[in-house]
């Protein structure tokens, strides 16, 4: 709050991640967004093949849930190492790693190896992705520069 040339922060700031290393690629890894919604099974997935899905985002539901019809799916891509990306298709607010543990749910999502994606909303959560996958980057780095948006 800025009151009489008072600054006063309700909020502390979050540190801010490193900045991505190298140049960016000519062209970026392919990694769709898919949006979560009721008994949603992401059978669209079936038809990709591995040269267009490089990485996979999820706009789900609430703190970041899928239907337990799209776990089959997903869980098959996180098993042959396709990173999946968890955020929320809600306006405001981030995904959540501990609240709901149902099948399909962020607890469920973890377990099976997928990122939560935090603060950052679809879009950016992909860009970050897909600047991590252009970088070369492991699953576990991948994880970290997610980490940094943790609600």
Excluded: C, N, W
Excluded at 60 to 71: D, F, I, K, L, R
């Amino acid at each position: 709050m800025i009151d009489a040339g008072q600054l006063r922060l309700l909020h502390r700031p979050l540190p801010r991640p490193d900045p991505l290393r190298g140049s960016l690629p000519d062209r970026f890894p392919p990694v769709p967004v898919l949006t979560a919604g009721l008994d949603e099974d992401f059978a669209l997935l079936d038809a990709l093949g591995s040269e267009h899905l490089a990485g996979l985002v999820i706009a789900g539901v609430g703190m970041g849930h899928v239907s337990p019809a799209a776990m089959p799916r997903l869980r098959r891509l996180l098993d042959a190492g396709t990173p999946v990306v968890v955020a929320t298709r809600i306006a405001a607010g981030g995904t959540s790693t501990h609240h709901y543990a149902y099948p399909g749910s962020e607890v469920d999502l973890l377990d099976a190896g997928a990122v939560m994606a935090g603060f950052l909303p679809p879009a950016k959560a992909r860009l970050l992705l897909q600047a991590q996958l252009a970088s070369g980057a492991s699953a576990a780095q991948i994880r970290e520069s997610f980490e940094a948006y943790a609600s």
